[in-house]
Each structure stands twice: as C-alpha cells, then as structure tokens.
C-alpha cells in the first residue's frame, strides 16, 4: 500500500506496508453443539474459505457471544478447536471464526452453541402415548432455560414444539413402533439432549380411536428444513458524496460520475438523470457512472436504484462550459491575496471568489491561477472558498485556514552581501511568534533561525556557495510557508588586479586620477583606494573591470602596493601591483605605452609623468614608419599601430619640438588573434546583461578600445579578458530575433570577423504544468510543461532559482523536465530557451514533504475494506 499527494504521479516509499486479501469464511460444523455449565467445552469447528498462506501473521480466532476470543488450537487448514470457559453463563451462544486485527475482523457465518444445566428436567406428563401418538407430552423444566426448546425427539421420530413457556414445553408425540423409546429435546434441530425420560406406547385398543382422533384435530408436520441460523445484517443506505461530469481525456457532456458510500448492492439498478432514464455502470463500492443518451441540462436531479428500493437522490449542478477545477489555495501574506492553483481557468474575465459566501472580483494571472484579494478580518480564521465563472458556475468548496500574516524587518544593514564562504548573520525583527521550526532560505538553501543573545531579535547564518551569485532571501516562522522579502543576498567574490594605468608618476606633479583594471569590481558597497594599505578616498566605479582611485600627492619616491577594498566589509583584492613613483629630475623619462601588443591597427596609448603641450607636432616611429600621434589629453597621446606580419616585434619611440630627441618608449610586438568557440550560441529575446565567453588565443594583446559586435548594431557594453586564451563580451541587452554574427572590432581600420554566430530565440510562454503537486524526498521529480515558443537545444526549466537536471523539448508547445527532488514549500516553474533567462511567465507549483506510512490498519480484510493509514 502506497499513498500519493499528487494524483498518483509520485508515492511513498513501497514495500514497507502489505495488505492481505482472504476471502469470507464459513463455518460448516461445531461439534458439539451444546454442554453442561460448570465445566470446559471443546468445540471442534470445521470451516473454509480463509485460504491462508504459509506462515501467515494472523491466526484464527473463536468469538464467542461477539465479546470473548479464544486462540484455538490450530488442526488444519479446515479445522480449529476452541475451548468455551466453564464460567460461562448458561443460555444460547453466538459462535463465529474471526481474522484480523482489533477493530476491523474478516467474520464467519455465525452458529449456536447452547450451554445448559444438568438435570435441566424435572418431570413429564404423560409418559405414555398411543402407538398412533397425538398425545400431548408437557416436559416441566428444573429452572428457567435463557434458550429456546424448539424440537423434540421420540426415538428416532423428530417433532416441533407446539408450545414453550419459562417452566415447561410440549410436543404432540408421533406414532411410533416401539413399545417404550427415549426423549430428546433439541434448540436447533441438529443436536439432541437426552432428558433422561422415556415414553411408552400403550397398546390398549381401547384408547386408540380417542387418540386418532384427537391426532386427527391437532396432528401437526413433523418434517423441517435444517438450516444454518446466520446473523442478518440490515443493508447499509447509499449515500452520494460528490459528482461531476465524467472525464477521459476529455470531458463528457452526457455522463456523470458519482463517488459515494455503500453501492454494493445498486449493481442491478439502474439511474435516472431528471426525468428520463440513463445507462448505470457500476465500478466499485464507492464509485458508479450514469452514461445518458443526451446531453445534460444546467441542473438537474439525478436519482439511483430502482423504484422503491435504494433510491437516492442528489441536485447535480452541470457546467455548461468546459470544467474547471481547483487544486489548492493559499494565502500570500505580504499582498494579502489568495492564490487559487487549479487548471482550465479559460478566458481572462468574469471570474470571481466567493469568500464565505462574499463575492470577490478575481484577478485571471493564466490557465492555472486565480488571485483574489483578502480582508484582514479573516486572519487567524477558517474560511471556505469557491471560484466562479460569469457568477452561476462554481467549483467545489475549498476550506483554508489564514495564517497569521508574517512581517518581519530586518536588521542588518543593506544590501544584504558577503563572501562566498558565507558566515555572515542576517538580522531581523519578527512581528509574530517564531516556532522551533522557523527558517531562512537564501536562493535554494535552507538554514534554521537561531534567536539572538539579547532575545529581542533573531539571525540566520549565510550558507556558502561556490561561485558569485544573487538569490532570493525568505524566511519562514512555520518552516512551510515561505514569504518573499523581495530582498536579494548577493555573494560576492574577492576582486583581482591586473594592472594600473599609469604605472610610473612623478612624485610632485601627477595625473589626477589612477586607473585599476582587474575583475569582480562591485559598485555596492562602496570601493575604495589603498595606498601601502592607507585609505586616500573612495574610489569611481567605472565598470566590473575597472575603477579610478585618486592618487595621494607627495607620494614618497619607490614602490608602492595599490589595492581595492569595500567599505565596511572584510573584502580586498586578492592581488596587488605597484606603483612607482620617480624623483622630478628624471620625469622625462617617465613614460608607458600600453598595450604592448596586438594585432594591425592597434591604438596603442602612450603616456608621461609630466605634460605635453598639444599644439606640438608629436610623432610615433615604427621603424621606418611615421604615424601622427593624437592627444587624449596633456598627460597621454594614442598612435595607431601599421601593418605587419604577425609575430614581427617593431620599435616604437616618439619625437616632438618638446623633446630634444626620440625617445625610445618601448617595442610592438604583432599578433594574430583567433577565435575557436563561443559560448553560449543561444541567447533569449530581451535578455539583459548577456556574458559571451569566446575561446580561443591572443587575447592579452586586445587594446582596451576593442568591442564586440552582435549583427549591426548591438555593440557590448564590457569586456573583460580573463586570460591569453579566455574573453568575455557583456552586452546590455539582446532584442533583435535571429542569427546575428560575432566579430571583433578592435578598431575602424580592424575587424575580425569571428566567424561565429549566436541564435537570438523568441521569450518562452508557460502557461500549465502538470502535476501542480510535487513531493519532495524523491530521487527525481519529473513536470510536463504547456506553453508556446518552446525551442530545443538550450531548453531548461527553473523551479526554487535551480535548473532543471534534464529537458526534453516533445515540440513549440509541450516540453517535460526533470529536477533533482524539491524543498517543501510554494515554489514557481520558469522555462528559458537560452539555458540562462528566465521567462516571463511563470506557474506556481506546490512540493510537499514525501508521505510515508508508518502503518496500515488493518493490514487484513475482503475486497472492499477500508483501510486507515498512519
């Protein structure tokens, strides 16, 4: 026996709970069928029909009176004996045979067992008849017999009573051949108590014609039928608890199906629906079917059973459209709505709640959910919901219990973030009583709620994750329902430095600003600069590659460590690099020039500690080659690199009016740049912040003005190069459909065409899944997924922020997913074309906590019992 909370789709773990099915017993003979009180009586009781299996946990029982059970002793599989108590009161005794545990018993037929005193009579009169009998024969009992005397026995000749009082019984004497035979008296026909008196058959012809004819007048049948006397039990009433229009696949107009009680013995009947007759079917105990040959009305009355007998009627509201259903319904204490989960809520208007009875506007989301909004006044308190359509169609009655509304407010200063190794406390105020099985959930992570050491407040320790990430952060005071805070915990990573521009400054006059390039640069909290580990001033966050920190003056001649760090958080740069600051006699000679490598065309940027004047004729050499320098600003100029092959390394210097001769900045190295795959090659319609990584080499000698091109005209917002071989193009968003090109522009005399593509799919529509319900505990929880635009390839599913584990596109419309189990709680199923952006549309699932029987009551019985789980 296994249970489901879903409809069949998951359930509990099987095997831990079996049912023994056994058919009727009957009971054939007891022997002896009566005794003497004051002393112990073993029946031997022959019966059939268990059909036990060997070894089997239930032995056979004797009831005695239906209140005393006897263990027999077990002789076959047709034979048991009991022992009946010589305490025993006298009278007639209820037998049968049971199996089974208390409260529910598989029962044989019932037989009589009849406990009688010794010497039970007294006298007779007469104790002679005429050998054509017709005598009256009045037996006179020693004491009252809480037992009924029905049949006498002359010899071998059995009589009925013909009058039976609490002190004597009679019997009209049969003819009979004998001169002198024994009497017997019976209580059920089958078994004889010798009464210790004998009847003799006078022979004097002188009073047999005065006994013919009194035999004549009062001579009664002798014969009888032997029978079984077994208990009668009335029939139970059929009782009808709900019914709704047949569904197989679809939904029929002209059946009903009906669920109920005790329809066992409507098998022969029939059903008639308003005044006309239907086809019955009979199903089970609890379930039958009426198949018209017409279509059914908006109301009408449907009757069972044949006239006169069994008859039940019910008033059977149909739906004239197609049938809706309700599933579940919760509160959402932050909006203060209802959410209703069913299926076929079709069309967006003329929905309403009826809430105790109050009707209320519903709010259509899709297919699958209705939201009405709640008064206050129902908080803490047991309501009953229906939903209805165009104010005449209703589902069924839903009963909700309103939680309390849980508020909470938190403490800790936002935004709410830390490193990836977790640790860090959330604190917060609750509004409510916060039980033992209260719990935080950051993203898919639950943590319990520990109480603060003030006792005033509460926290939740962060858990750890592996990679940076933003999750959602709810909590929960039952450990059940989980509330949005509509708050986001973001981890984040330690940030890393790859170089600074300029590297070399002069320590009296200086550029105002220092440029860090590196990677994971958050703008909350706040970055700052630090200087051989002194705070000079928060830094400008530029992008997640770049910040400027602004440079102390009278920085001291040397090397020093330049490193970012957040404002109060224990977050720094893992790495550092090191600015040198030169005495102002050899600023002239303090220049840099980067990159120091790349492709053709190349801007490279060249830049000194102290200022050019910009009207001056500077020039860059590339050996032979002269290229006019262009001024970003007094303190740098750019030259654009000319052709050469790749790997050729080339001089550069530069010359001007200013400077008394060239100075040597540094050399060019070319390079080829090659792309081998990018990934991802499928990209959601409208997605934001959309990360390609292209893979392949040359990536280190990429000038920082280079940008990656989607099409024509979607041009990357960052890009952030994370190795030689490793480069990652950021676009703001992606709205145009279709197979767009990626190419490289590294500047307009240079565009590498990537010779990839990216497929930009339309935005998923989810509008069902199937089942609503999920368990939790489960290796595998599998969804079937109805929507529109569905696309192969990158299709996933989301539940609780987490991928499906396995998609399955069947086509644009029906996809299946699998996740790897699911938490307790309310959670919603989003699906993306792209693997990574998360539909707009989204349906509410509900994942219980796996059920699990820990025992079955009872675990025997017929066909047709009723079987208590706990």
């Given at each position: 026996v296994?249970?489901?909370?879903n409809?069949?789709?998951?359930f509990?773990?099987e095997?831990l709970?079996?049912?023994?099915?056994v058919?009727?017993?009957?009971i054939?003979?007891?022997?002896?069928?009566y005794g003497?009180?004051?002393?112990?009586?073993?029946?031997?009781?022959?019966?059939?029909?268990?059909q036990?299996?060997?070894?089997?946990?239930?032995?056979?029982?004797?009831?005695?009176?239906?209140?005393?059970?006897?263990i027999?002793s077990?002789?076959?599989r047709?034979?048991?004996r009991c022992e009946?108590?010589a305490t025993?009161r006298v009278?007639?005794i209820p037998l049968?045979v049971?199996?089974?545990e208390?409260g529910?018993?598989?029962?044989?037929?019932?037989?009589m067992?009849?406990?009688?005193?010794?010497?039970l009579i007294?006298s007779?009169d007469p104790d002679?008849?005429?050998?054509?009998?017709?005598?009256?024969v009045?037996l006179?009992?020693?004491k009252?017999v809480?037992?009924e005397?029905?049949?006498?026995?002359?010899g071998?000749?059995i009589v009925?009573?013909t009058?039976?009082?609490?002190d004597?019984?009679?019997?009209?004497?049969p003819?009979?051949?004998k001169n002198v035979?024994?009497l017997?008296?019976?209580?059920?026909?089958?078994?004889f108590?010798?009464t210790g008196?004998?009847?003799s058959?006078?022979?004097?012809?002188?009073?047999q014609?005065d006994?013919?004819?009194?035999?004549d007048?009062?001579?009664t049948s002798s014969?009888?039928?032997?029978?079984?006397i077994q208990?009668v039990?009335e029939k139970?009433?059929?009782v009808i608890r709900?019914?709704?229009?047949?569904?197989d696949?679809?939904t029929?107009?002209?059946?009903?199906?009906i669920?109920?009680?005790n329809?066992?013995?409507l098998?022969?009947h029939?059903c008639?629906i308003?005044a006309?007759?239907?086809t019955f079917k009979?199903i089970?105990n609890f379930?039958?079917?009426?198949?018209?040959?017409f279509n059914?009305s908006?109301s009408?009355?449907?009757t069972l059973?044949?006239?006169?007998?069994n008859?039940?009627?019910?008033?059977?509201?149909?739906q004239?459209?197609r049938?809706?259903y309700?599933?579940?319904?919760?509160?959402?204490a932050?909006?203060?709505i209802?959410m209703?989960?069913?299926?076929?809520?079709?069309?967006?208007?003329d929905?309403?709640c009826?809430?105790?009875?109050?009707?209320?506007d519903?709010k259509w989301?899709?297919?699958?959910e209705l939201?009405?909004?709640i008064?206050p006044?129902?908080?803490m308190k047991t309501i009953?919901?229906k939903?209805?359509?165009?104010n005449?169609i209703?589902?069924?009655r839903s009963?909700?219990?309103?939680?309390?509304?849980?508020?909470?407010s938190?403490?800790?200063?936002l935004p709410?973030q830390?490193?990836?190794?977790?640790g860090?406390?959330v604190?917060?105020d609750a509004?409510?009583?916060?039980?033992s099985s209260?719990?935080?959930?950051?993203?898919?992570e639950?943590?319990n709620?520990?109480k603060?050491?003030?006792?005033?407040?509460f926290?939740?320790v962060?858990?750890p994750v592996?990679?940076?990430?933003?999750?959602n952060?709810?909590?929960?005071l039952?450990?059940?329902i989980?509330?949005q805070?509509?708050m986001?915990?973001r981890?984040l990573?330690?940030?890393?430095?790859?170089k600074?521009?300029?590297?070399r400054?002069?320590s009296?006059?200086h550029p105002?600003?220092?440029r860090v390039?590196?990677?994971?640069?958050?703008?909350?909290?706040?970055?700052?600069?630090?200087f051989?580990g002194e705070?000079?001033?928060?830094?400008?966050w530029?992008s997640?590659?770049?910040?400027?920190c602004a440079?102390?003056?009278?920085l001291?001649?040397?090397?020093i460590?330049?490193?970012?760090a957040?404002?109060?958080?224990n977050?720094?740069?893992d790495?550092s690099?090191?600015?040198?600051v030169?005495?102002?006699?050899?600023?002239r000679?303090a220049f840099s020039?980067?990159p120091?490598c790349?492709p053709?065309?190349?801007?490279?940027d060249?830049?000194a500690?102290?200022s050019f004047e910009?009207?001056?004729k500077t020039v860059?050499?590339?050996?032979k080659d002269?290229?006019?320098a262009r001024?970003?600003?007094?303190?740098?100029?750019h030259?654009?690199a000319?052709?050469r092959?790749?790997?050729f390394?080339?001089l550069?210097?530069?010359s001007?009016?200013?400077?008394e001769?060239s100075?040597v900045i540094?050399?060019?190295?070319?390079?080829?740049?090659?792309?081998i795959?990018?990934?991802?090659?499928v990209v959601?319609?409208?997605?934001?912040n959309v990360d390609?990584e292209l893979?392949?080499?040359?990536f280190e000698?990429?000038?920082?003005?280079?940008?990656?091109?989607?099409?024509?005209?979607?041009i990357?917002q960052?890009?952030l190069?994370?190795?030689s071989t490793?480069?990652?193009?950021?676009?703001?968003d992606?709205?145009?459909l279709g197979?767009?090109t990626l190419t490289l522009?590294?500047?307009?005399l240079?565009v590498i065409?990537?010779g990839?593509?990216i497929?930009?799919?339309p935005?998923?529509?989810?509008l069902s899944v199937?089942?609503l319900w999920?368990i939790?505990g489960?290796?595998?929880?599998?969804?079937?997924?109805?929507?529109?635009?569905?696309?192969s390839?990158n299709?996933?599913?989301?539940?609780?922020?987490?991928?499906?584990?396995?998609?399955?596109?069947?086509?644009?419309?029906h996809?299946?997913?699998v996740?790897?189990?699911?938490?307790p709680?309310?959670?919603?199923?989003?699906v993306?074309?792209?693997?990574?952006?998360?539909?707009?549309?989204?349906i509410?699932v509900?994942?219980?906590r796996?059920?699990?029987?820990n025992e079955?009551?009872?675990?025997?019985?017929?066909p047709?019992?009723?079987?208590?789980m706990?």
């Amino acid at each position: 026996v296994v249970i489901s909370k879903n409809g069949g789709h998951d359930f509990s773990q099987e095997g831990l709970n079996r049912f023994q099915y056994v058919s009727s017993p009957r009971i054939l003979s007891v022997t002896p069928s009566y005794g003497s009180i004051g002393t112990k009586t073993v029946l031997a009781i022959k019966w059939i029909g268990f059909q036990l299996n060997e070894p089997f946990p239930f032995l056979p029982h004797c009831l005695f009176n239906k209140t005393m059970s006897v263990i027999p002793s077990y002789v076959s599989r047709t034979e048991i004996r009991c022992e009946l108590s010589a305490t025993y009161r006298v009278g007639k005794i209820p037998l049968q045979v049971i199996l089974g545990e208390e409260g529910n018993f598989v029962t044989s037929n019932t037989m009589m067992f009849y406990l009688i005193k010794d010497n039970l009579i007294g006298s007779i009169d007469p104790d002679t008849s005429s050998p054509l009998g017709g005598t009256e024969v009045t037996l006179y009992l020693e004491k009252h017999v809480e037992v009924e005397i029905i049949s006498c026995k002359f010899g071998d000749v059995i009589v009925d009573t013909t009058h039976y009082d609490v002190d004597k019984v009679s019997c009209i004497s049969p003819p009979h051949s004998k001169n002198v035979v024994p009497l017997f008296i019976s209580f059920d026909r089958d078994n004889f108590y010798d009464t210790g008196f004998t009847i003799s058959y006078n022979r004097n012809r002188e009073q047999q014609s005065d006994k013919i004819d009194k035999m004549d007048k009062n001579s009664t049948s002798s014969e009888t039928d032997t029978h079984d006397i077994q208990k009668v039990t009335e029939k139970s009433v059929p009782v009808i608890r709900k019914m709704h229009r047949c569904y197989d696949g679809n939904t029929s107009a002209s059946c009903v199906s009906i669920y109920g009680e005790n329809f066992s013995h409507l098998k022969d009947h029939g059903c008639q629906i308003g005044a006309r007759y239907a086809t019955f079917k009979w199903i089970s105990n609890f379930h039958v079917e009426c198949h018209a040959d017409f279509n059914l009305s908006d109301s009408m009355t449907v009757t069972l059973g044949n006239e006169g007998q069994n008859v039940v009627m019910r008033d059977f509201q149909v739906q004239t459209e197609r049938d809706f259903y309700v599933h579940a319904v919760h509160f959402n204490a932050i909006s203060h709505i209802i959410m209703v989960i069913g299926q076929n809520f079709v069309g967006s208007s003329d929905w309403t709640c009826l809430i105790n009875d109050a009707r209320q506007d519903a709010k259509w989301l899709h297919q699958g959910e209705l939201n009405c909004k709640i008064d206050p006044s129902y908080w803490m308190k047991t309501i009953n919901v229906k939903v209805c359509k165009m104010n005449t169609i209703c589902s069924e009655r839903s009963i909700l219990k309103i939680l309390q509304q849980q508020q909470f407010s938190i403490l800790t200063k936002l935004p709410l973030q830390g490193d990836l190794k977790g640790g860090n406390h959330v604190h917060f105020d609750a509004m409510h009583t916060v039980g033992s099985s209260a719990k935080c959930r950051f993203g898919t992570e639950y943590v319990n709620i520990t109480k603060s050491a003030n006792a005033s407040s509460f926290y939740c320790v962060v858990p750890p994750v592996t990679k940076p990430q933003e999750v959602n952060f709810e909590l929960s005071l039952d450990g059940e329902i989980f509330i949005q805070t509509e708050m986001m915990y973001r981890y984040l990573s330690r940030p890393t430095i790859s170089k600074i521009h300029p590297s070399r400054i002069s320590s009296s006059r200086h550029p105002w600003a220092l440029r860090v390039y590196g990677d994971g640069f958050v703008n909350i909290p706040t970055p700052i600069c630090l200087f051989d580990g002194e705070f000079f001033g928060n830094a400008v966050w530029v992008s997640f590659s770049e910040v400027w920190c602004a440079i102390p003056k009278h920085l001291q001649p040397g090397k020093i460590d330049v490193s970012v760090a957040y404002e109060g958080s224990n977050l720094k740069t893992d790495s550092s690099v090191y600015l040198l600051v030169v005495n102002d006699d050899i600023t002239r000679q303090a220049f840099s020039m980067d990159p120091s490598c790349g492709p053709a065309g190349t801007k490279i940027d060249i830049c000194a500690s102290t200022s050019f004047e910009e009207n001056d004729k500077t020039v860059c050499h590339f050996g032979k080659d002269i290229e006019i320098a262009r001024f970003t600003n007094s303190f740098c100029m750019h030259c654009y690199a000319p052709p050469r092959k790749p790997g050729f390394l080339e001089l550069v210097r530069i010359s001007s009016s200013q400077l008394e001769t060239s100075l040597v900045i540094g050399q060019f190295k070319y390079t080829s740049i090659n792309i081998i795959s990018v990934t991802p090659t499928v990209v959601q319609l409208g997605r934001r912040n959309v990360d390609i990584e292209l893979e392949g080499n040359g990536f280190e000698c990429l000038p920082k003005n280079t940008v990656c091109r989607l099409g024509e005209n979607i041009i990357s917002q960052s890009m952030l190069q994370k190795s030689s071989t490793v480069l990652v193009c950021t676009f703001k968003d992606v709205n145009n459909l279709g197979i767009l090109t990626l190419t490289l522009d590294i500047s307009k005399l240079n565009v590498i065409q990537t010779g990839m593509q990216i497929n930009v799919v339309p935005d998923p529509i989810i509008l069902s899944v199937w089942p609503l319900w999920l368990i939790g505990g489960m290796t595998q929880n599998t969804l079937e997924i109805v929507g529109e635009q569905f696309k192969s390839g990158n299709f996933t599913c989301f539940m609780e922020g987490r991928p499906s584990k396995q998609s399955i596109v069947v086509n644009d419309s029906h996809a299946i997913c699998v996740f790897d189990g699911c938490s307790p709680g309310i959670h919603l199923v989003y699906v993306s074309n792209d693997g990574k952006q998360l539909s707009n549309s989204s349906i509410y699932v509900k994942c219980f906590r796996q059920p699990v029987i820990n025992e079955i009551r009872p675990r025997l019985g017929l066909p047709g019992t009723l079987i208590n789980m706990i």
